[in-house]
């Protein structure tokens, strides 16, 4: 036996996934799937059928380190299946759809609305930071994103200008083109429909992220 063999054999071992683990992943995608949440590990504990919290954490532990999933520590539900996770089941992957953002005049901020959808294979394999919207406005229309548009937002912290982006100012939330130019009014948020004024940029916006597709017949457009 090679070294080489030898190396890659333990690689391997290292990075596949175990029956328990697989179970366990399992568990959480058919949680989120039928209750639009990821669960608690109490919840994780009782599909699983174990009585130990430890026992939990450290598969969670494992799937995290090779790759399937990711955490965070600070929420209980905060758990998201990653790319390579959705491959090893052989399920297609779930987004979730936070509700309804502005096309036209701002409306309250979106939070996570508790329904999760499948993702079509061309967007499958995108980060694990994205989430939908549905579009209410036209305010957008010139972009290719019409009233009632569900759109795919892709979660960053640095944006070009040009980029069509989710947008939050004193608590309401809207999508529109970001423009950074160096003459007034420098920084801004550019409706796609002369029907519409700019929004200024102050300190109360912040860029949540980058709509990315827009779906069309049901097929993903990319958003220029």
Same mark, same amino acid.
């Given at each position: 036996?090679?070294f080489d063999y030898i190396v890659g054999y333990t690689i391997y071992m290292e990075l596949a996934v175990t029956?328990?683990? @697989?179970?366990?992943?399992?568990?959480?995608?058919?949680?989120? @799937?039928?209750?639009? &949440?990821?669960?608690?590990?109490?919840?994780?504990?009782?599909?699983? %059928?174990?009585?130990?919290?430890?026992?939990?954490?450290?598969?969670?532990?494992?799937? *995290?380190?090779?790759?399937?999933?990711?955490?965070?520590?600070? #929420?209980?539900?905060?758990?998201?299946?990653?790319?390579?996770?959705?491959?090893?089941?052989?399920?297609?992957?779930? $987004?979730? &759809?936070?509700?309804?953002?502005?096309? %036209? $005049?701002?409306?309250?901020?979106?939070?996570? *609305?508790?329904?999760?959808?499948?993702?079509?294979?061309?967007?499958?394999?995108?980060?694990?930071?994205? &989430?939908?919207?549905?579009?209410?406005?036209?305010?957008?229309?010139?972009?290719?994103?019409?009233?009632?548009?569900?759109?795919? !937002?892709?979660?960053? @912290?640095? &944006?070009?200008?040009? +980029? !069509?982006?989710?947008?939050?100012?004193? %608590?309401? $939330? $809207? !999508?529109?083109?970001?423009?950074? +130019?160096?003459?007034?009014?420098?920084?801004?948020?550019?409706?796609?429909?002369?029907?519409?004024q700019n929004i200024l940029f102050t300190d109360t916006t912040e860029l949540k992220g980058k709509v990315i597709?827009?779906? @069309? #017949?049901?097929?993903?457009?990319?958003?220029?």
């Amino acid at each position: 036996m090679t070294f080489d063999y030898i190396v890659g054999y333990t690689i391997y071992m290292e990075l596949a996934v175990t029956t328990r683990q @697989k179970e366990l992943l399992s568990v959480i995608y058919e949680f989120i @799937k039928n209750t639009g &949440f990821p669960p608690t590990i109490a919840e994780m504990r009782e599909n699983l %059928g174990v009585s130990s919290n430890q026992s939990i954490l450290d598969l969670l532990e494992k799937l *995290s380190l090779k790759g399937f999933l990711k955490r965070n520590e600070g #929420n209980a539900r905060n758990i998201t299946i990653l790319p390579i996770g959705y491959k090893e089941l052989g399920e297609p992957s779930l $987004t979730p &759809f936070l509700g309804v953002t502005s096309a %036209g $005049t701002s409306i309250e901020a979106i939070e996570i *609305s508790g329904e999760w959808r499948e993702m079509s294979g061309e967007v499958s394999q995108l980060q694990s930071d994205i &989430f939908m919207l549905r579009i209410s406005g036209d305010s957008m229309i010139n972009a290719g994103i019409d009233d009632g548009d569900v759109v795919l !937002v892709q979660t960053k @912290k640095e &944006f070009v200008s040009g +980029e !069509v982006v989710l947008a939050e100012k004193d %608590g309401e $939330t $809207t !999508v529109k083109r970001f423009i950074s +130019e160096d003459k007034p009014p420098y920084v801004y948020l550019k409706p796609e429909n002369p029907n519409y004024q700019n929004i200024l940029f102050t300190d109360t916006t912040e860029l949540k992220g980058k709509v990315i597709s827009v779906l @069309k #017949n049901n097929y993903w457009k990319s958003i220029k």
